[in-house]
């Protein structure tokens, strides 16, 4: 069952096994995309076992387009606590990929008391040399060139070479698609500057609920070095790193993913 919700501006979707499903809840936050469509490739193993949020980042999708000025990863997260609060829930666990991790991370800061666990997917703690290097790339690449080429190059920086090649034609057909949808210049600005202006690093040692790192060793944006150090600064940390996929290995390699995230969110000891 999929029922849809509104928290201030932000559209999500509820799925579950209907009413009285009183399973824990799971939300899972993209990254800079900002669309649920995302974790396409995790929903079969999360709504077998949680009630699962999905959620079009502000500014992007089916949710508002306005964003707040300025703009902050602070922002984020208010908008997943909003969401907790439209849920009626106390707690729930996080998942967030790169930006959504990033959120993860300061919602855990903000409202420790609403994140059962958190899962932070190819994410970071401070502003790291590459990973800036990569945005002011993309930024350039939309001042200079346009929406367009900015689409174009976007599969450079989420996959390996080789997953490339072999689905080029996926990636052409789906090219006009993520075109068609691109959340704007704006906002797509707004959002990178929010990453790279991020930096909880002197605050890791506050956060308290278990988080599971989760990292490809192949990552063409954020670096695993920076899951790494997220690991060993945080209090309750279990590090997973995937030796390919790149940094969209959640939809590259999604049964490893999977199976990892899975034992973390249940409590059972992680695959090998």
């Known amino acids: ?29 993209a990254g800079l995309g900002g669309s649920g469509a995302f974790f396409a490739p995790q929903m079969e193993a999360l709504t077998a076992r949680f009630r699962v949020v999905l959620y079009d980042h502000r500014g992007t999708g089916r949710s508002d387009r306005d964003l707040p000025s300025p703009y902050a990863v602070g922002e984020m997260a208010r908008d997943i606590a909003g969401i907790i609060d439209a849920l009626g829930e106390d707690a729930v ?26 899962t932070v ?29 900015y689409v174009h190059a976007q599969p450079l920086f989420l996959y390996p070479a080789d997953w490339i090649s072999e689905n080029a034609e996926r990636l052409a057909e789906e090219e006009p698609h993520h075109l068609a949808g691109f959340q704007g210049r704006e906002n797509m600005l707004a959002r ?50 995937a030796p390919w996929g790149g940094h969209a290995f959640t939809a590259t390699a999604p049964d490893a993913f999977n199976a990892t995230l899975i034992a973390f969110l249940s409590g059972e000891p992680l695959p090998c």
């Open 1 to 29: 069952m999929i029922e849809t919700g509104w928290a201030d501006g932000v559209h999500y979707e509820v799925h579950s096994n209907g009413p009285g499903d009183a399973r824990e809840v799971v939300i899972l936050s």
């Open 93 to 118: 666990h996080v998942v967030g990929h790169a930006a959504g991790g990033l959120a993860g991370l300061q919602l855990a800061l903000d409202r420790p008391a609403q994140v059962l666990s958190l």
């Open 121 to 149: 997917i190819n994410g970071w703690s401070r502003p790291d040399p590459h990973i800036a290097r990569c945005f002011r790339t993309r930024i350039s690449l939309l001042n200079d060139s346009g929406p367009e080429a």
């Open 192 to 241: 990178i500057n929010a990453l790279l202006a991020f930096d909880i690093d002197d605050r890791l040692g506050e956060i308290a609920c278990p988080v599971l790192v989760s990292a490809s060793a192949d990552d063409m944006l954020a670096p695993a070095l920076c899951s790494r150090r997220l690991a060993e600064r945080l209090p309750d940390a279990t590090l997973a790193v």
